[in-house]
């Protein structure tokens, strides 16, 4: 399952991500907005982050103006690896390399059609392990307290 989110300015990104998941029978959850009304991005952001923290989605795509605010409040959530994305190389490494969990993605920086492609990437792009896990557990101890 994958958790969808955006506020208004992501709105036209998610509405294209929605539809590239139901065409290639991709279940999602849907956390909203729903219109092109404005609203803040934090409580979306914080509802698709649990929904990944907690183990009822697989991963998290969070759309806003920029992917920025999204990712950082994605990022308060224990357990989060958010990361925006822009291009095709940043999406396929932030999976390799960081064990990224939430992609985020910017309606003001990138078109639909490049949402699609970043997100079919990444979904499909595995983590390399090896060095980077060491790497990735060191986040996870810097969230604990430990690093």
Do not use: W
Not at 123 to 142: S, W
Request: with cysteine.
């Amino acid at each position: 399952m994958i958790a969808l989110g955006c506020d208004h300015g992501g709105l036209a990104l998610k509405n294209a991500v929605k539809q590239y998941l139901e065409e290639n029978q991709i279940p999602y959850r849907d956390f909203g907005t729903m219109t092109e009304d404005s609203i803040d991005y934090a409580p979306v952001a914080v509802q698709v982050a649990r929904s990944v923290a907690g183990g009822e989605s697989e991963k998290g795509i969070l759309c806003c103006g920029t992917g920025i605010g999204m990712s950082i409040a994605a990022n308060k959530v224990k357990g989060i690896r958010a990361s925006v994305c822009t291009d095709a190389f940043c999406a396929e490494m932030t999976r390799r390399h960081n064990n990224s969990n939430i992609l985020c993605m910017g309606g003001r920086v990138i078109t639909p059609e490049q949402a699609v492609e970043l997100t079919r990437i990444y979904l499909a792009t595995p983590f390399d392990g090896g060095r980077h896990e060491r790497r990735v557990n060191q986040i996870a101890e810097i969230e604990n307290g430990t690093l």
